[in-house]
């Protein structure tokens, strides 16, 4: 279950990212990010009227600071990659979120075994594989937007640590919290930018009904991104969840390919197969 979940909470991150990319090609970042966010509080509800949602008091303070670590993660990666380069930006990003979850995880007395720590190891070099395209104008980045990677690895981080320690049976609680806190972030952060400048747009319009579809595609992934995850982490290790969450990038170059006819760099097929291994060890594990 986890290693399922786990894989489905990666594409469904990926797909999230490479529609809402698109759409940030057509407003904002920070606007792209606030109107998806505002699916994903919608969605969040809605599933939890089937699913269920119990507001206890330890559910609603990891919401909160999962809402907060999503608004980090989000503003100082968009900021890191447009510095850039997005080729050690991203998996930099990825690699961090991955490694501060299995380091609590193993800390905290989960226990892993050979094969699966073997796989953890494997599905992280295949997140630097898959993320880094190199090439012969490939720049090291600046301490600032190394800086702006290591933030958004630990915002991320932070989302994974603090979903996972809502209580078990409070459905989808911890999720419709973290939407929101985090929407409110984001609509603070858009009213920050408009006070700086005020001729600007405080936020964008969506314009057609093709934005408005790339919207609705990226907080529905992102939602079904938080919900898998939250399966993963509730039937098995968090350490294994994060690894294989990390593993989004594989779903964002897979449908460039398909779509967007983007080649595919042999070191990030190779990062693909060694990422399938790691998943059977996994398995096997």
């Not at 747009?201 to 093709?210: Q, S, T, V």
Request: proline fraction near 3%; glycine fraction near 10%; charge should be positive.
């Amino acid at each position: 279950m986890t290693i399922i979940f786990g894989l489905l909470s990666a594409f469904s991150y990926g797909y999230a990212d490479f529609v809402g990319a698109l759409a940030a090609k057509r407003i904002r970042a920070v606007a792209a990010t606030t109107y998806s966010f505002s699916v994903g509080l919608v969605l969040a509800i809605v599933f939890s009227l089937f699913i269920g949602a119990e507001y206890s008091a330890q559910t609603i303070q990891a919401g909160a600071l999962a809402g907060i670590a999503a608004a980090v993660a989000l503003s100082c990666l968009y900021a890191g990659l447009a510095i850039g380069p997005i080729s050690i930006v991203s998996p930099l990003t990825a690699v961090i979120s991955a490694i501060i979850p299995v380091v609590v995880d193993v800390a905290s007395g989960q226990e892993l075994s050979n094969f699966v720590v073997i796989a953890v190891v494997l599905i992280l070099i295949a997140v630097v594989l898959v993320g880094f395209v190199p090439g012969q104008n490939v720049k090291l980045p600046s301490p600032l937007a190394l800086a702006y990677s290591v933030g958004a690895g630990l915002g991320f981080s932070g989302i994974f640590l603090f979903l996972d320690s809502a209580a078990a049976d409070s459905g989808l609680a911890v999720l419709v919290v973290m939407k929101v806190v985090g929407l409110v972030l984001l609509i603070g952060g858009l009213f920050a930018l408009w006070l700086r400048a005020p001729k600007n747009a405080f936020i964008e319009r969506i314009a057609d009904y093709k934005l408005a579809g790339l919207l609705l595609l990226a907080g529905l992934g992102d939602v079904l991104g938080n919900v898998t995850f939250l399966v993963a982490t509730r039937s098995g290790a968090l350490a294994v969840a994060a690894v294989l969450t990390a593993l989004y990038p594989v779903g964002t170059i897979l449908l460039a390919r398909v779509f967007l006819k983007e080649r595919i760099a042999l070191s990030q097929g190779a990062g693909i197969v060694l990422a399938l291994g790691a998943c059977a060890l996994l398995a096997i594990g």
